[in-house]
């Protein structure tokens, strides 16, 4: 009930007991009215609201700090009745909830109202927006009544990627620059065709197709190479702060960055998910936008040969991926001692770009 049902109930009752005892039926009919008005607006509110709730956010997928817009549009489906409505939308990240406020609209029949709001992308993870908590009144504000409405819709906030370049297994960079391609980083003859409809044409070798005259490509099947092996270490004992978001944005940023290269990928996580290569580059960064510390339940991945990203390990912790070819901290990282493979620590993922240049598993 609102305030001004809660007003209108009080003088009717009041009314209503002054005319009876005085015994003005004039009186006491005006008070018999006022009560009558807030049963009906209660009446009215009991009955479904025919109400249609529709969410769109645009993009789906975001990339950390971008930009993302919900669009909320709320229609009164009634053929007679208008409706009040107000409330609030419901928006829920890693970090916590927070309620997007919707203001106070009159809704004739068939008319719609339209709220927007940026959608925070802060936080790397899935934002869910929804399901929507509607106020509405009837046409004279007497009664308030609220409900969920609507569905939830899903955004998701990739990790936010850095420039890196990433020298792949066995290879060196290829003769145009734009990174290893062939064994020993030679691009052999037999790797090279005539173009054909369709093929992409960032994989024209330009040098060579100058000096036949013709758009000549570069042939990828049977180079026989072993993925690019990634593991993201997200036990949740060596991550502090915000470690484990450097190392997300970390490990997504190699990963894009062998998969624009052209190198197959295999993405692992400590915790057991795995995105095998072949995939596509919104798979792997699903994954890492789904990704949270976990508590260690069991061995982790092999890290033989691969790219480990991790937090603070100490050193009973650090040695469970010390196969790795390539360790990252982002933290202190303990001195290097024998055949230990090579550590890198940065600050976080934008220090980590800027040394891992060079780097090779």
């Given amino acids: 009930m609102t305030r001004r049902g809660a007003g209108l109930t009080i003088a009717g009752a009041v009314l209503t007991t002054v005319g009876v005892w005085l015994r003005y039926p004039e009186i006491a009919a005006l008070g018999a009215a006022a009560l009558a008005a807030v049963l009906a607006a209660f009446a009215a509110g009991l009955l479904p609201a025919r109400l249609t709730v529709v969410r769109t956010a645009a993009p789906a997928v975001v990339m950390r700090d971008g930009t ?32 997007i406020p919707v203001p106070p609209a009159r809704l004739r029949p068939g008319a719609t109202a339209t709220v927007r709001y940026p959608v925070p992308t802060e936080r790397r993870g899935l ?7 509607l106020g509405r009144s009837d046409p004279f504000g007497l009664a308030a009544f609220h409900g969920p409405a609507g569905t939830v819709s899903v955004v998701a906030v990739h990790p936010r990627l850095h420039p890196v370049r990433v020298r792949l297994p066995g290879a060196a960079p290829d003769p145009d620059g734009a990174g290893a391609r062939g064994p020993h980083g030679a691009v052999s003859a037999d790797l090279l065709r005539g173009y054909r409809p369709g093929d992409d044409l960032r994989q024209v ?17 049977g180079t026989g190479r072993a993925p690019l092996r990634v593991l993201l270490d997200d036990r949740a004992e ?3 702060g915000d470690t484990f978001e450097a190392a997300c944005e970390a490990a997504a940023s190699v990963v894009v960055a062998a998969l624009r290269d052209g190198a197959a990928v295999r993405l692992s996580l400590a915790s057991g998910a795995v995105v095998p290569e072949g995939r596509a580059v919104a798979e792997y960064l699903g994954a890492l936008a789904r990704a949270c510390p976990h508590p ?16 603070r390990p100490d050193a009973a912790r650090l040695g469970a ?3 790795a070819a390539v360790i990252v901290l982002f ?5 290097a001692a024998g055949a230990r493979p090579r ?13 891992c240049d060079g780097e090779r598993p």
Wanted: a positive charge; aromatic letters at 6%.
């Fill in 68 to 99: 993302c817009e919900a669009t909320l549009t709320v229609r009164n489906d009634a053929r007679w009745w208008p409706v009040t409505v107000a409330g609030a939308d419901r928006c829920r990240t890693t970090g916590g909830e927070q309620r």
């Fill in 238 to 240: 060596v991550h502090d």
């Fill in 331 to 335: 933290g202190p990282a303990p001195p």
């Fill in 205 to 221: 070798h330009w040098r060579t197709s100058a000096r036949a005259g013709a758009l000549v490509v570069r042939e990828r099947a």
């Fill in 127 to 133: 934002v869910r927006l929804g399901p929507l908590s």
């Fill in 343 to 355: 550590i890198v620590a940065a600050r976080d993922a934008a220090d980590f770009a800027r040394r």
């Fill in 296 to 311: 260690a339940t069991g061995a982790v991945p092999a890290a033989h040969g691969a790219w480990c990203f991790t937090g």
């Fill in 321 to 323: 991926v010390a196969a």
